[in-house]
């Protein structure tokens, strides 16, 4: 089953998903979580697998999160190893070394869980029904801070996250709200400093 949420584009991206056979649900735009919580609502299977459709991620990637999914509650991708990211992907050394540093801050916050992170921002991830519908009630953000909120939320209620390495490519079309320039990755990263430290201080 393959779930689409269209916000509102303008480039034909909901015609062409219905096309391909694929279940699209239109809204006005909300933003980046919204669009990946409206989806999970909308999706029936027992497990649940978030992916951008602009072809920076690979479909292979899939069968990895899968395997480790057996063994966890849900499984997230990181697009730090250097030597998985195309030339021309948005990740430089400055985006991907903060994300990083971000993803550590998680770390110590929540030591007693012993999370193992590296990344924050990465879309792919795979996670069970069952353990979405135990946190799904406290994911509020509609922006790129839902993607470490939706982490933070299964440390809190002892989910079992695990982080592999996933390929990474460049963009076939748009760009980024989130990290298009140094000042759009600036605002996000302080948008989800932000989330974490209210989640931490159990203000949210």
């Not at 985006?95 to 193992?116: D, F, H, Q, T, Y």
């Not at 996933?166 to 760009?175: E, K, L, P, Q």
Request: glycine fraction near 10%; hydrophobic fraction near 40%.
């Amino acid at each position: 089953e393959i779930v689409v949420t269209d916000n509102c584009s303008g480039d034909g991206t909901a015609t062409l998903a219905r096309e391909l056979g694929a279940t699209v649900h239109s809204r006005p735009f909300r933003g980046y979580g919204d669009a990946l919580r409206q989806g999970m609502e909308a999706a029936s299977g027992d497990i649940l697998v978030l992916v951008e459709a602009d072809a920076t991620f690979r479909a292979k990637d899939l069968g990895k999160l899968l395997e480790y999914l057996k063994d966890a509650d849900m499984v997230i991708g990181t697009r730090t190893t250097r030597q998985m990211i195309e030339q021309g992907a948005n990740m430089e050394g400055w985006l991907r070394w903060g994300n990083v540093a971000v993803a550590k801050l998680i770390e110590a916050l929540w030591w007693g869980s012993e999370p193992r992170f590296t990344d924050v921002g990465c879309t792919y991830r795979a996670i069970w029904r069952d353990a979405y519908v135990k946190i799904r009630d406290y994911l509020t953000r509609d922006d790129a801070a839902f993607s470490p909120e939706m982490m933070i939320e299964m440390l809190r209620v002892e989910g079992r996250v695990i982080e592999v390495p996933v390929s990474y490519y460049r963009r076939r079309g748009g760009v980024s709200k989130h990290s298009a320039s140094r000042w759009k990755s600036l605002r996000t990263g302080f948008r989800m400093l932000g989330v974490i430290l209210r989640k931490r201080l159990n203000l949210s």
